[in-house]
């Protein structure tokens, strides 16, 4: 008499063919003992992404009143969520796999939306599964860096980071975020109290090391800026940039973030798909690399002044990879039942840089820590 064979992990990806989404199929598709589920509301694209990597295809729709009916029939173990953008969404993908008693994670950016998420703490706590907000860049990997690197300090003062991208690497969704809190006011931790400041202005630039060079990056919003005062509470100041590797497409975001603070325009959102279109029109001046530093400042173990930072670089178009890897290490502790925590949470302190790092083997990436010189006195 044979052994029973173990059912394959049922993971289902809403917004499966789209920019991230796709990157999540294809990994988690290669994945033994793991069964795709490529969900949207494009029939012919599910499918044939489906039939590329071996999974099934799902038409649905997040606002569909029966989601979790949906969930529970098609007997999945895991909703990871990349159909963004997040910002104006509220949690009703995530309450469906609750009510489904199926654990949840997704790829959010938008501050609110990660931050708010612990509303459904109690509830998941019930049912006995994970929903895990920010499966992604921010917070997950840029906490994992300073998890890693405040070992350093005796003393954490402050914290800025950012992400400058390839012109290819942005969706519609991604442009349609971005483009949300362009010249609207934001909450930083500055000076050890909460400042105003406004979304895409502030300009500065960051000098990746070569070949990459300097990037404009400008003030952005990200659920860093809120979790981050909490869980490093000796920093006083804690800053996200944002950028774009065309300095034209840069100054020009800069130029809008003005037009919305004056008060010329309500918001820069309605203008997403006409960026949108003017990106990829630009898409040929592209080089395909993305950035991401983190820069630490504060006291080391030796009493005296020390700045790191730690930077991430992507070549030839591979920067999406970067915010995909979270949730697919996720996935994978899931399903080997590794990840014990239960309810609902920002994605901090779930994963560990190496094994992030390590997801991106074989990727065109690459990791450097620099000991920048102290400020003088």
């Not at 173990?6 to 499966?16: A, H, I, Y």
């Not at 501050?111 to 997950?140: H, K, M, Q, W, Y």
């Not at 971005?178 to 202005?201: M, N, S, T």
Request: proline letters at 5%; one cysteine or more.
């Amino acid at each position: 008499m044979s052994a029973s064979l173990t059912p394959p992990f049922r993971v289902l990806v809403l917004g499966g063919y789209g920019n991230f989404g796709s990157v999540i199929v294809r990994r988690l598709g290669a994945c033994d003992g793991m069964r795709v589920l490529v969900a949207g509301r494009d029939r012919k694209r599910a499918g044939d992404l489906a039939r590329a990597v071996g999974g099934e295809a799902v038409c649905l729709d997040m606002n569909q009143p029966t989601l979790a009916g949906r969930f529970s029939e098609l007997n999945v173990d895991l909703v990871i969520s990349a159909a963004g953008p997040f910002q104006g969404q509220d949690y009703r993908v995530a309450r469906a796999a609750v009510a489904a008693r199926v654990h949840y994670l997704d790829l959010a950016d938008a501050r609110a939306f990660v931050c708010g998420i612990g509303e459904l703490d109690n509830a998941a706590r019930r049912a006995g599964v994970l929903v895990c907000s920010g499966a992604s860049t921010l917070p997950a990997l840029s906490s994992a860096v300073i998890d890693r690197l405040q070992s350093a300090f005796g003393r954490l003062d402050s914290i800025a980071h950012g992400v400058s991208t390839s012109a290819k690497s942005h969706g519609l969704a991604t442009v349609a975020a971005a483009l949300g809190y362009c010249g609207k006011p934001l909450r930083q931790w500055l000076g050890g109290e909460w400042r105003e400041v406004h979304g895409w202005q502030g300009l500065r630039r960051h000098r990746f090391p070569s070949p990459f060079g300097r990037r404009w990056l400008a003030n952005g919003d990200a659920p860093d800026l809120e979790l981050f005062p909490k869980r490093y509470p000796s920093a006083r100041s804690v800053q996200y940039f944002a950028g774009t590797r065309l300095r034209t497409v840069q100054l020009g975001i800069w130029g809008l973030s003005w037009l919305v603070r004056l008060g010329f325009l309500r918001s820069a959102a309605p203008l997403s798909a006409k960026l949108h279109r003017l990106a990829i029109a630009l898409e040929p001046l592209s080089n395909g690399r993305s950035g991401m530093f983190v820069r630490l400042r504060g006291t080391g173990n030796d009493g005296r002044p020390l700045e790191l930072c730690w930077e991430l670089l992507a070549d030839s178009e591979h920067g999406p990879s970067i915010p995909c890897v979270a949730a697919v290490l996720l996935a994978r502790k899931l399903a080997r039942g590794e990840l014990k925590e239960r309810g609902a949470m920002p994605c901090l302190g779930l994963l560990e840089l190496d094994e992030y790092l390590a997801e991106l083997d074989g990727v065109k990436v690459w990791q450097s820590t620099r000991e920048m010189a102290p400020l003088p006195a």
